[in-house]
């Protein structure tokens, strides 16, 4: 099977993840093989073949909009890393 | 022991109110006690918690209400919500959490009126196959701790396998319920998609995950499947179909079924052992009625390629609420973007990131259509083939083989996920009953069903597993230093401690005198010795100044009155100093003090009274030191060194005395100690003798079902010996009883069937 380069540092930027120069390199290799073995799928043909989603494929699943009980603010509130004034506190966004 | 029962042998036994809820609940946290050490199912559980509930079912049931779960302890994955408990995911990033609300899941078994405790040990966010991925340490196969458990839901796995609760629930995503179960020998359900309501379960790939239950027989994953079952508007993925009574259709009887087995599964590679249990179950379940159809599945080879890319991207996506904003763990950074990256950096551990990394790429911008879109598009390929082999029969069966090497769990992976794909169910349960002697390599049978047909798999498990034996108990988890010591008193036994314990307290006692004895009477001759010696020392100073007063005395006046006292008085000397030399023979200093003392005598004291005056002059030696002043000098000089001796005697008595006394101090303090030992021996013997008073008691033994009296019940004996002694059993089967089991199952399987049921 090919393997696949994969620019592992631009993924873990569009993903969030800070890694460390050992983690770039072990899941550069990692990924590339499994990547390699993805590739198989190339094999089929799926011209004209719709896409499944979801198993049981349902749309339009709505509810009626009226007010339903909820989490209070201090429950929501309970888990936060860092919280004041009935928020959760957040670094400086805007310059 | 109650832990070790199914759901409906206990709900029975608590409506006929043999038994509480809080024993019940009781025996699962003892049993956790006495092993989790071991298996490490639970990260964590809330003893107290669970009791409360145990107190609050055996209230309700005290007044009557009858609910299909009331007071049945049920462990928790720990990646579904319960209200005021800690939820982690097995990872380091969810920190502190606690659910503020229930999983739909738990609102229906706490509804049921189950006991919801514990949290289950798993790999982190379900992600794994062995559950060695934990933040919170491995899990360990009850069956044979040097193995893994399976994963996922490897801890809900063991902790059914090891009686640690009655049942308990897991999530699969690929696998995360079925293998595990397999591999720890239990009953494992991932229910069709959409049946059970996923609000509260932590999303790993939400187009495949399901909840579903790990249980002892097939009833009960029934039971629990119908408890669980129905749709949910806070799921909008959960199914609107009616939830039949999935466990009134287990009949046992499976004649005229159509049982489909996929071609493309027996494959090269596959373990014969998997094979030949495969081949074992197909021939038995034709015995029991059903029809085996050969079916095909084609696009079985891309199944493993299509999970990976639509699960991993699923996840990539889902994953990303683990932001250190809201809740969890929050490693600082100096803009938004730094803090998520270093939170989520050191919050996940590898294998999350790996598929993050890996599910983020196929969704990249250019990457969508080529990985994610194509692999849906496989996807309904590989649902059609199932949608046609369906066509031909009921339930397909599929095989399982866990193992642990990488080629075979590469193997593992590729049969794991297909069913997931095309949103089957599947049921597992444990296919040999050799299963006991190689639990965590034995062949497992995995039925596949059509959607909503949940009813077809359970019957089709149920038939086989009802020929079976339900009680494939692990073997006996206690420390094994443990089992080397004896687990009962003996007579015997009791009499050799009961002789040995005083005959050794005797013994020590003896020596003990022997030595203080031996001590006592040393110092003893010692100090009458030394007295002795000081007593000479004066003798011998008063027998030299009589011998020196005669000897001047005749010296002077010549007169033979003066000589006889003399003479008398140098024998004494002589022979004290003899004596003395004698006497003090050990003691180098005195040695020293009496030889000079004699020279002194010899040179002073010596004369010969014949020659003395034969010249008329006064010529010896002797005569001139003792007229001269010289010669006061030298009886001055001798006295010294007789007083000298006497001093150092002395000192040397007074610590001797000394030591003597230390000797006594100690050797009182030895007998202190001797004393309290026996005392504490005696106190032993006591109380083995006051447990085994028990022992002595008449028991009343039914001499038919050979069970036991005890207070006005008649008891199996496990339970008996539970209850009197706390001893805790552990059920196996004797080669016997296997045999005639085996021929039990060779008789129903016989052409003809079954004999008609009574």
């Given amino acids: 099977m090919a393997s696949v380069e994969i620019d592992v540092k631009y993924v873990a930027h569009l993903a969030r993840l800070a890694l460390t120069p050992e983690e770039e390199k072990s899941l550069g290799a990692q990924l590339g093989s499994i990547l390699g073995y993805i590739e198989k799928l190339r094999e089929l043909d799926v011209s004209g073949v719709e896409p499944t989603a979801h198993a049981v494929p349902m749309v339009n699943v709505t509810r009626a909009d009226e007010i339903r009980p909820s989490l209070s603010q201090e429950a929501a509130l309970r888990n936060a890393p860092q919280k004041g004034g009935g928020l959760f506190i957040v670094p400086k966004i805007v310059e | 022991m109650l832990n070790q029962l199914t759901i409906s042998e206990l709900t029975a036994k608590l409506t006929k109110r043999e038994v509480s809820a809080r024993e019940a609940t009781q025996s699962c946290l003892d049993q956790i006690a006495r092993v989790d050490g071991k298996i490490h199912a639970f990260i964590s559980h809330d003893a107290g918690d669970a009791l409360a509930q145990a107190d609050a079912a055996d209230k309700s049931i005290s007044s009557g209400v009858i609910k299909p779960l009331l007071g049945v302890p049920i462990a928790i994955k720990d990646v579904l919500a319960v209200k005021n408990q800690p939820l982690n995911c097995a990872s380091k990033i969810l920190g502190n959490y606690i659910s503020p609300y229930d999983a739909t899941v738990i609102e229906k078994l706490k509804a049921a009126g189950a006991i919801v405790f514990g949290r289950l040990n798993m790999d982190e966010f379900a992600m794994g196959s062995s559950t060695e991925n934990s933040a919170f340490g491995l899990t360990r196969n009850p069956w044979d701790i040097t193995r893994i458990p399976g994963g996922s839901s490897g801890g809900s796995a063991a902790a059914v396998a090891a009686d640690e609760c009655l049942a308990s629930l897991g999530s699969d995503t690929g696998g995360s319920i079925r293998q595990p179960a397999a591999l720890c020998g239990c009953v494992g359900l991932k229910p069709t998609y959409g049946r059970i309501s996923r609000y509260g379960l932590v999303a790993f790939a939400s187009s495949l995950d399901q909840i579903g239950p790990f249980t002892k027989d097939v009833r009960d994953a029934a039971t629990l499947l119908g408890v669980m079952s129905g749709v949910d508007p806070r799921d909008s993925t959960s199914v609107p179909e009616p939830v039949p009574n999935y466990a009134a259709s287990l009949t046992g009887d499976i004649r005229g079924m159509k049982l489909g087995l996929p071609k493309e599964y027996m494959i090269g590679g596959l373990d014969p052992e998997v094979k030949a249990a495969v081949d074992a179950a197909v021939k038995q379940l034709e015995k029991l009625g059903a029809e085996i159809v050969e079916i095909s599945l084609p696009h079985t080879d891309y199944a493993v390629a299509t999970y990976y890319i639509i699960a991993t991207a699923e996840a990539s996506a889902n994953l990303a609420r683990f932001d250190g904003i809201r809740y969890g763990a929050r490693v600082d950074g100096n803009d938004p973007i730094e803090l998520y990256a270093r939170t989520r950096g050191a919050g996940f551990g590898a294998e999350v990131k790996r598929r993050i990394i890996l599910g983020t790429y196929v969704l990249s911008s250019g990457y969508h259509d080529a990985y994610y879109l194509h692999a849906q598009k496989v996807r309904t390929l590989i649902r059609n ?10 339930g397909g069966r599929e095989i399982r083989r866990p193992a642990a090497d990488v080629f075979v769990r590469h193997l593992h992976h590729l049969l794991q996920p297909r069913g997931d794909l095309r949103g089957q169910h ?6 040999k009953p050799e299963a006991a002697h190689r639990p965590a390599t034995a062949g497992q049978a995995v039925w596949r069903g059509i959607a909503f047909e949940n009813r077809a ?13 339900r009680a494939l108990t692990p073997p006996e988890l206690g420390l094994s230093f443990l089992k080397m010591l004896p687990t009962r008193i003996t007579k015997k036994v009791l009499f050799w401690l009961g002789l040995s314990l005083p005959m050794a307290a005797l013994l020590a006692m003896t020596w003990l005198v022997h030595l203080t004895g031996g001590q006592f009477n040393d110092s003893f001759n010692y100090v009458m010795q030394t007295y002795k010696v000081l007593d000479m020392f004066e003798q011998t100073q008063a027998q030299i100044v009589d011998a020196e007063a005669n000897q001047r005395g005749y010296f002077l006046t010549g007169r033979q009155e003066y000589l006889e006292p003399y003479q008398h008085a140098m024998q004494s000397i002589h022979d004290d100093i003899r004596d003395l030399k004698k006497l003090t023979s050990k003691e180098p200093a005195q040695q020293a003090n009496l030889a000079v003392l004699e020279k002194m005598v010899d040179e002073e004291l010596v004369f010969d009274p014949a020659t003395i005056f034969t010249s008329g002059q006064v010529t010896t030696n002797a005569s001139v030191v003792t007229l001269t002043e010289r010669g006061k000098e030298k009886l001055e000089h001798m006295r010294s060194v007789l007083f000298q001796a006497h001093e150092e005697q002395e000192a040397a008595l007074s610590k001797h005395q000394q030591a003597a006394e230390q000797d006594v101090v100690s050797s009182q303090m030895m007998s202190l100690v001797l004393i309290v030992a026996v005392a504490l021996a005696l106190v032993m013997v006591v109380v083995i003798l006051l447990r085994l008073e ?18 006005g019940q008649w008891l199996r004996l496990d339970e008996y010996l539970k209850r009197q002694f706390g001893i805790s059993v552990s059920h196996s089967l004797s080669q016997e009883a296997a045999e005639k089991m085996m021929r039990e199952i060779e008789e129903l399987n016989r052409p003809g069937g079954p004999p008609p049921a009574a």
């Fill in chain 2, 385 to 394: 083939d199932f949608l046609k082999a369906f066509e031909k029969v009921e």
């Fill in chain 2, 457 to 469: 798999r359970l019957r089709a498990g149920d038939g086989v597993a009802q020929r079976k034996s």
């Fill in chain 2, 426 to 431: 599947s049921v597992r349960f444990y296919q």
């Fill in chain 2, 694 to 711: 028990k022992l002595q008691e008449f028991v009343t033994v039914c001499a038919w079902t050979g069970q036991v009296k005890f207070q």
